[in-house]
């Protein structure tokens, strides 16, 4: 057995494809909290009595709890972009949102309803009121803060995606996504025009962002959807056209300003394809690694791509809702498989829903610190 490490050194191993002594933990990251539902069940079971305000408005995780997290014994802690309080006029369920698209809560969701660019003009697209990071992000207190938990504490640091939903969910959910997605062929200088203004968007906010805490991160988080269950949303063509050339700015600027952290993409579904092209773009950890989905099978993955880039995820959804021996086998499985080596960070693929039983999620991170040693 090998002697314990800190959590920084635990995660910083295993992100540098050396097997630290045990699998490291995450839960609280880009696409991987707790729904609120769960996450006040699970608080009550746990006896945590604090009060913690949501780090953010206008979805159904909205929750970042270091109380639930120590409990966990979760390695990593975010550093989150804290919104500026909007006064969001919320009707039958409704409200716009910065960007101008009009949200609606759903269950466990906020689905897009109405999208405010109605054609494929540059016109309408210079005439857009685009939102300023200062106006959407307070960045005070963002250093101290980051400072303090790298010098006082153990935990590696990443920090958390700003937006949720990257250069093509957000062009989808301003333009509608059938209409972009023609709009790629169509109206291709629109569609690239309509990207760019969102690239440079979140290119500023990151580079706020870096410039205040890039220094103490171990991880910098992004994201952008490009699969389903059982395909690519986008071709490869189109993504080399359109998307790897934003991810390559914004990972090169990661580089210079988080000197020390590894990027991180999270992109769901069926994205084997397009891994390559993550490589290439400088993407250095992919998450959620989503087995059910088309050509993810975790060995295969890890056997093609394992020494050229790091997982974080592969904790699915279903067994997770399962019994206790079906979410022993799904941690068995993905730690037999993306642990070898290193290079695999235990998480949830996605945000865990509501109905999820509390004591399979205690139990999933027990049994990893348990059993899933090096």
Same mark, same amino acid.
Request: hydrophobic share 35%.
């Given at each position: 057995?090998?002697?314990?490490? $800190?959590?920084?050194?635990? +995660?910083?191993?295993?992100?540098?494809?050396?097997?630290?002594?045990?699998?490291? #933990?995450?839960?609280?990251?880009?696409?991987?909290?707790?729904?609120?539902? %769960?996450?006040?069940?699970?608080?009550? /079971?746990?006896?945590?009595?604090?009060?913690?305000?949501?780090? =953010?408005?206008? /979805?159904?995780? @909205?929750?970042?709890?270091?109380?639930?997290?120590?409990? #966990?014994?979760?390695?990593? =802690? =975010?550093?989150?972009?804290?919104?500026?309080?909007?006064?969001?006029?919320?009707?039958?369920?409704?409200?716009?949102?910065?960007? *101008?698209? #009009?949200?609606?809560?759903?269950?466990?969701? !906020? @689905?897009?309803?109405? /999208?405010?660019?109605?054609?494929? $003009?540059?016109? !309408?697209?210079?005439?857009?009121?685009?939102?300023?990071?200062?106006?959407?992000?307070?960045?005070?207190?963002?250093?101290?803060?980051?400072?303090?938990?790298?010098?006082?504490?153990?935990?590696?640091?990443?920090?958390?995606?700003?937006?949720?939903?990257?250069?093509?969910?957000?062009?989808?959910?301003?333009?509608?996504?059938? @209409?972009?997605?023609?709009?790629?062929?169509? @109206?291709?200088?629109?569609?690239?025009?309509?990207?760019?203004?969102? &690239?440079?968007?979140?290119?500023?906010?990151?580079?706020?962002?870096?410039?205040? +805490?890039?220094?103490? %991160?171990?991880? !910098?988080?992004?994201?952008?959807?490009? *699969?389903?269950?059982?395909? %690519?949303?986008?071709?490869?063509?189109?993504?080399?056209?359109?998307?790897?050339?934003?991810?390559?700015?914004?990972?090169? %600027?990661?580089?210079?300003?988080?000197?020390?952290?590894?990027?991180?993409?999270?992109?769901?579904?069926?994205? =084997?394809?397009?891994?390559?092209?993550?490589?290439? $773009?400088?993407?250095?950890?992919?998450?959620?690694?989503?087995?059910?989905?088309?050509?993810?099978?975790?060995?295969?993955?890890?056997?093609? &791509?394992?020494?050229?880039?790091?997982?974080?995820?592969?904790?699915?959804?279903?067994?997770?809702?399962?019994?206790?021996?079906? !979410?022993?086998?799904?941690?068995?499985?993905?730690? /037999?498989?993306?642990?070898?080596?290193?290079?695999?960070?235990?998480?949830?693929?996605?945000?865990?829903?509501?109905?999820?039983? #509390?004591?399979? +999620?205690?139990?999933?991170?027990?049994?990893?610190?348990?059993?899933?040693?090096?």
């Amino acid at each position: 057995m090998k002697d314990k490490l $800190s959590h920084r050194e635990r +995660v910083e191993l295993a992100l540098d494809h050396k097997e630290p002594d045990r699998l490291p #933990l995450d839960l609280g990251g880009t696409a991987g909290l707790l729904f609120d539902g %769960l996450y006040f069940r699970l608080k009550k /079971h746990l006896k945590i009595e604090n009060k913690v305000q949501p780090f =953010r408005f206008g /979805h159904t995780a @909205n929750y970042y709890d270091e109380d639930i997290l120590d409990c #966990l014994d979760i390695d990593i =802690r =975010r550093i989150l972009p804290l919104r500026k309080k909007k006064d969001y006029t919320v009707k039958d369920n409704t409200f716009v949102d910065e960007w *101008g698209v #009009l949200n609606k809560f759903e269950g466990d969701f !906020v @689905n897009y309803v109405d /999208h405010p660019l109605k054609e494929p $003009s540059m016109e !309408v697209l210079n005439r857009h009121p685009w939102p300023e990071p200062e106006e959407m992000f307070s960045f005070s207190d963002l250093r101290e803060y980051s400072k303090y938990l790298f010098e006082k504490t153990d935990f590696a640091l990443s920090l958390r995606s700003p937006f949720s939903g990257g250069f093509l969910d957000r062009a989808c959910y301003l333009r509608g996504t059938e @209409n972009f997605f023609m709009d790629l062929y169509l @109206n291709p200088d629109f569609a690239e025009g309509l990207l760019h203004k969102i &690239f440079d968007i979140y290119y500023k906010t990151y580079d706020l962002l870096l410039s205040e +805490v890039g220094e103490y %991160l171990s991880i !910098v988080e992004n994201n952008d959807d490009y *699969g389903t269950q059982e395909s %690519l949303l986008i071709s490869p063509e189109m993504f080399k056209k359109y998307l790897k050339p934003l991810h390559m700015r914004l990972n090169k %600027l990661i580089r210079e300003k988080a000197p020390k952290a590894k990027t991180f993409l999270h992109s769901d579904g069926a994205v =084997r394809e397009l891994i390559d092209d993550f490589i290439d $773009s400088g993407v250095e950890i992919l998450n959620p690694i989503q087995a059910s989905a088309r050509d993810m099978d975790t060995k295969r993955l890890k056997e093609e &791509f394992g020494d050229r880039i790091c997982f974080h995820g592969g904790i699915e959804q279903k067994p997770l809702s399962g019994s206790k021996e079906q !979410v022993y086998e799904e941690l068995m499985l993905r730690f /037999h498989t993306l642990g070898k080596d290193g290079g695999y960070i235990m998480a949830p693929v996605n945000h865990i829903g509501s109905d999820v039983p #509390l004591e399979n +999620v205690i139990y999933l991170y027990e049994t990893a610190r348990q059993k899933c040693i090096y």
